[in-house]
């Protein structure tokens, strides 16, 4: 994707200084491993950005620091003004998982800009497909204008979903309207779509 927008290409790793060492007596202690970590990490990150660089042609450098993971995620794309944030998630089960969805939950949350979730299995050179929910809400084309050019450039099939919970308050004819604005806006665009309605008790799972 980088490579197609001429973009460059922020790697960003987070030692997390969270965690602290706790004495029966009162005392605690840091990590006395982070330095380590920290040297070790930039010297995989320095070999990873050279070798995307001249692999992929794509511009790369990184940025290694200490913190909280989800503000350090949030402070840093605003310092470094991205336009995207991608995550890359894993399917675990129990505190793992609930951990590591609650940090992409809170980046989702506070982030600058868009924010891009990869599978950890995910290896995709382009799009063929590219599904957009709509409810009834006016940041429907805003969210279009973002995608866009990803859709052009991979001529990309446009899935639009409208989607309203069976007893929520968002009316039909709103959805319609919503929809019916973007379906006008994507086919002058060029853009192959197809609509899909459905009705649900959950937005999250029928997404």
Known sequence: MAKQ????????HI???DTIYLFPEG???FDADIDANINAMKQRLDQLAQKIQTDDQVHCSYIVKTGPTT???VETAAEEAVDLIV??????SGLHEFLVGSTAYSILKHAPCSVLTVPAD?????????LFPVRPEVSALE???FSREIIQKTKAELIVLGVMEYFG?????SMDKETNRLVKTAKADGVSLKTVFHFCDSLASTI
């Open 143 to 145: 969210k279009y204008d």
């Open 27 to 29: 005392g605690m202690v």
């Open 87 to 92: 995550l890359g998630t894993q399917l675990e």
């Open 71 to 73: 503000s350090t995620v």
């Open 15 to 17: 030692v997390n200084t």
């Open 122 to 130: 995910g290896q995709w050179v382009d799009f063929k497909k590219i």
């Open 169 to 173: 308050k968002d009316s039909v004819e």
């Open 5 to 12: 927008h001429h973009a460059e290409l922020t790697l960003l």
